[in-house]
C-alpha cells in the first residue's frame, strides 16, 4: 500500500475529488488526519506556541538530527514509516493505496513529498477568488472573515506552489473548474497516473461515500449528488461590493502572473472578472468592522487567552508558551 495525497487550498474541491476516489475498492482514506503537522512543525524554527517549549524542541531536535547519518532525510524517512503503519491499520484490506487529504498540509507539502518516495500526489488548484468567496459563505456565514486563514491564502498557497515546482515530474496537477466542465477526461488522467481503474460510474456514487470524525468539508459535496459547474461562478455573489473587490485585487497581484499561470489561470482575466462583477454596497460597513477586529485578532491572537483565562478558572496553572 502506498500513500496518496491531495494537495490544495481549504475550499478547493478536496473533499469532492477525494470521495470520487474513495469510491474506488483499492482507494481506502479517512475524512482528514491531519497526522502530519505535529511531526514536520518541530523541523520549523517558529508557527508553534506550546508549554514545553516549541523553539527548545526545535533546538534539540536539530541537534539530534546532525548525529544522523542522512541527516534530515533519515528523520523524514522514520516519521513517513511510522505513519505509514498507522495508515496501513485504518485502511481496508487489500487496497493499493491510503488517501490523506488535509489542506493545511499545504504549509509542508514538500516535507511530505521526501518523507514518502513512493507517494502519489495530486495538486488541486482552484480559482482563488472561488477560494476566498467559500470560505466566506462556508466558515464566515457571508461575513468577511479572510484574517483567518491568512496563513493559507499566502503561507500555505506559496509553499504549495513550491513543492509542486520542485516536485512535478513525480506529481498531478488538477485544475478544479477543468474537473467540474471535463470529469470523465480528468478522472482518465488520474486513473493514468495512479494506474488505477477508475470507473465512470464513481463520478455518480461519491455521495455514498462517508467519513466519520469531525474534520472535513461541512457543505460542499453536501449540496450536490453529481458533479456539477453550479460553483464556478458562485463567487461573484460574494466578492461583490468595493471593500472585497479591492482586497482581492491585491491579493492577486501578491500572487503575481507567473504563480497564477503555474496554476492555470491569468492575472489580467481575473482582475477583469473582477471588475464586471456587480457591486453591492450592504455589507461595506460589516465589512470595515470585521477588518478591524482582524487586524486586532491577529494581533493579540484571543484564543490564547480565552485558554489562559479558562485555566485559571479551573484552579490550573497557567505556563508561559515558548
Keep these: 500500500m502506498n500513500p496518496l495525497f491531495i494537495f490544495s487550498l481549504p475550499r478547493s474541491g478536496s473533499t469532492l475529488l477525494q470521495k470520487i476516489l474513495a469510491s ?15 511531526f514536520i512543525y518541530p523541523l520549523k524554527q517558529s508557527g508553534v506556541y506550546a508549554e514545553y517549549s516549541h523553539s527548545c524542541v526545535h533546538l534539540a531536535l536539530q541537534d539530534f538530527i546532525e548525529e544522523l547519518p542522512n541527516g534530515k532525510q533519515d528523520y523524514l524517512e522514520a516519521v ?17 493505496y491510503f488517501l490523506d487529504k488535509t489542506p493545511r498540509y499545504a504549509l509542508i507539502a514538500e516535507d511530505i513529498t521526501k518523507m514518502f518516495p513512493n507517494g502519489k500526489f495530486i495538486y488541486l488548484w482552484r480559482n482563488p477568488l472561488a477560494v476566498i468567496a467559500s470560505m466566506i459563505e462556508t466558515w464566515g456565514n457571508g461575513k468577511w472573515n479572510m484574517f483567518r486563514f491568512k496563513v493559507d491564502l499566502f503561507d500555505g498557497l506559496a509553499k504549495l506552489l513550491n513543492a509542486y515546482q520542485a516536485n512535478s515530474d513525480n506529481a498531478l496537477a488538477i485544475q478544479y473548474e477543468t474537473f467540474l466542465q471535463f470529469p470523465e477526461k ?48 458562485k463567487w461573484k455573489t460574494v466578492i461583490n461590493n468595493p471593500l472585497r473587490k479591492i482586497w482581492c485585487r491585491r491579493y492577486l497581484r501578491w500572487l503575481g502572473e507567473e504563480r497564477l499561470k503555474i496554476m492555470g489561470y491569468d492575472l489580467n482575466e481575473m482582475l477583469s472578472e473582477i471588475d464586471a462583477v456587480k457591486l453591492d454596497i450592504r455589507l461595506v460597513p460589516m465589512d470595515i468592522v470585521m477588518s478591524c477586529y482582524g487586524v486586532l485578532y491577529c494581533f493579540f491572537e484571543p484564543f490564547l487567552f480565552k485558554q489562559k483565562f479558562g485555566k485559571l478558572k479551573h484552579g490550573e496553572r497557567v505556563m508561559f508558551h515558548g
Design 186 to 233: 480528468e478522472l482518465g488522467r488520474i486513473a493514468k497516473y495512479l494506474d488505477l481503474n477508475l470507473d465512470i460510474a464513481d463520478l455518480k456514487n461519491f455521495s455514498e461515500v462517508n467519513f466519520s470524525g469531525k474534520m472535513g468539508d461541512p457543505t460542499g459535496v453536501k449540496n450536490y449528488t453529481m458533479v456539477s459547474i453550479a460553483p464556478l461562478e
Design 80 to 96: 513517513g514509516n511510522a505513519v505509514l503503519s498507522l495508515y496501513q491499520k485504518v485502511a481496508t484490506d487489500d487496497v493499493r
Design 24 to 38: 474506488n475498492p483499492e482507494v481506502s482514506s479517512v475524512a482528514e488526519p491531519w497526522i502530519l503537522l505535529p
